[in-house]
């Protein structure tokens, strides 16, 4: 079975051989892989590992859509063969982990599970920064642990999740976290399941970007969201800016998503399976001199951030900010009737 993950990336060399050698033990067959303005190498290891047969690498480098970067890069994508001959297809960031509790831990496993799914939602599982100032060239997956409680009930970003969907021409375009595009013809015989084992409403279907929050999302399987890293990391993402947005990431960003409450070790069980295919890219001596050159350029970014009062002062303000407290569910009720307020309210 042809399964296809869709990945856009800018300067983030250092995590990229981790990331793939993950998600080819996890099953992912066949990569595509857009990159955009970079600095640190991304590209030329992209190109590296293409001539190597382990992925696909298209330059985004503009000019873009309305939609930004990563909207063009899939606008793009959905006229490509390697999509329309993919049998299941999944967009994912390059912090985001798939992580699968059932069987071998592999997409089959969980395609196994489900087998009437049409579409399957894989809903993030916050990590957080844990206390980790520094960022070191060492595993992401072995690094960070704290995450998120599985039952959260506030914000509703931290159930967002990523749709893993079977290619039988329901959707016609992949999208950011869900296939767009679909069609009317084909939508009623769709069944979306979540990662729970449970059968999705009709909005699913259509245009839903979130899980039910406040009740168990995990049981087959998740997204580890290594939304953060280190705090040195995430200066470095603010001053690449967001994906879709032109605003940089900020402190209320950070809060929004730190949650260290619970430990998750879980995915450290495909280790015995991802390391050896990492170690053997490693072999590569290209693809392991273009790692060690984005490691060095990491460290000599922040050193000049460092000298700018606004990175400066982030990182200070990352540094001083305890973990966030994870709010109760009738706050959650209460924050969510506030929302429905405002926007049933008129703009003068």
């Not at 959707?171 to 767009?180: C, S």
């Not at 059968?199 to 997204?223: C, H, I, M, T």
Request: proline share 5%; aromatic share 10%.
């Amino acid at each position: 079975m042809n399964f296809l993950a869709i990945l856009t990336v800018r300067n983030e060399a250092a995590f990229l051989l981790e990331w793939l050698a993950h998600h080819r033990a996890v099953g992912f067959t066949n990569f595509l892989v857009f990159s955009n303005d970079c600095q640190d190498g991304t590209d030329l290891m992209l190109d590296r590992l293409a001539g190597m047969g382990q992925l696909t690498h298209v330059r985004n480098d503009g000019p873009y859509d309305k939609g930004g970067i990563q909207f063009s890069a899939l606008k793009q994508a959905g006229r490509m063969d390697i999509v329309k001959k993919a049998d299941w297809i999944l967009t994912l960031d390059i912090d985001e982990f798939v992580n699968i509790h059932v069987g071998d831990h592999t997409l089959s496993a969980l395609i196994g599970a489900l087998p009437h799914a049409s579409a399957i939602t894989l809903t993030w599982r916050l990590f957080g920064n844990d206390g980790i100032a520094r960022y070191q060239d060492h595993p992401v997956t072995e690094t960070f642990s704290a995450c998120a409680p599985e039952v959260i009930h506030w914000p509703w970003r931290a159930a967002m999740f990523k749709t893993l969907y079977r290619n039988d021409g329901t959707y016609q375009k992949p999208g950011v976290h869900r296939p767009k595009s679909p069609r009317k013809d084909r939508l009623g015989a769709a069944r979306w399941f979540d990662c729970a084992g449970r059968e999705l409403g009709d909005s699913f279907k259509v245009n839903r970007l979130y899980s039910d929050y406040g009740r168990p999302l995990f049981g087959l399987a998740q997204l580890n969201h290594y939304v953060l890293g280190s705090a040195e990391s995430f200066v470095l993402k603010s001053d690449r800016g967001r994906v879709n947005h032109s605003d940089r990431m900020q402190a209320d960003y950070w809060v929004e998503r730190n949650f260290c409450t619970d430990q998750d070790i879980s995915i450290r069980k495909m280790a015995p399976y991802s390391a050896p295919v990492f170690e053997a890219l490693k072999q590569d001596p290209e693809l392991a001199r273009l790692h060690q050159n984005a490691v060095a350029w990491r460290k000599d970014r922040f050193a000049n951030l460092m000298r700018q009062d606004e990175y400066r002062a982030l990182y200070t303000r990352l540094l001083m900010a305890p973990p966030s407290r994870p709010i109760d569910a009738p706050t959650a009720r209460e924050l969510a009737g506030f929302a429905r307020k405002e926007r049933k309210t008129p703009k003068e």
